[in-house]
């Protein structure tokens, strides 16, 4: 029997099947799209990248004191292939899961994760509110301040960048240019 590669149709199906909330859904295609940004940059499958970028908070809506977990039943249900599941679980090591995160794509996306949000709150401070006009140093500006994006744990993106053996600063750039490709689908195309 053929093993079952999910589709990003598929991905994005099963997302808007257990995820109502609309700022969620901009999260998961900010990931995917960051996602997708480092599968090109190091030469990975962008496909199978992007579709675990897009899922990887598929129960977070639902079932938020069951994160991980919910979504590693929910994707078994579906006879997602284990490599693809593994690398959901890994992005809440330490949080909610004890699954560490080893394989690069598990690596970038336990990252990138808490950084999306941190840089989508940056661009929505700006006056243009995009974007597209955002360099990394806007987001290094708003790194300290503990009171803005208080939600994000900046501690496991500094983790993570050292796990990639790569500089914040870069991790920061590559994130916003994954994110202008889908200015408009996430909101922050702005007054541009």
């Not at 990887?56 to 292939?81: G, S």
């Amino acid at each position: 029997m053929e093993k079952y590669i999910p589709t990003r149709e598929d991905a994005y199906n099963l997302l808007i099947e257990y995820v109502e909330n609309e700022s969620q859904i901009k999260h998961a295609l900010s990931v995917e799209a960051v996602m997708r940004h480092f599968a090109r940059l190091f030469g990975e499958d962008e496909e199978k990248w992007g579709v675990i970028g897009l899922i990887h908070d598929l129960d977070y809506d639902k079932y938020p004191e069951q994160h991980c977990a919910m979504t590693e039943k929910i994707l078994l249900e579906n006879n997602w292939p284990e490599d693809y599941i593994r690398a959901v679980i890994s992005h809440g090591w330490k949080f909610c899961t004890d699954v560490e995160p080893k394989e690069k794509v598990e690596i970038v996306l336990y990252t990138i994760d808490e950084l999306t949000g941190l840089i989508t709150a940056t661009a929505l401070m700006r006056p243009s509110k995009s974007i597209l006009d955002m360099e990394s140093k806007s987001v290094k500006k708003k790194w300290n301040q503990k009171s803005f994006a208080a939600g994000v744990n900046r501690e496991v993106i500094e983790e993570g960048a050292n796990m990639l053996g790569m500089d914040l600063t870069d991790v920061i750039r590559e994130s916003i240019e994954g994110m202008k490709k889908v200015a408009d689908e996430i909101g922050l195309r702005g007054n541009l």
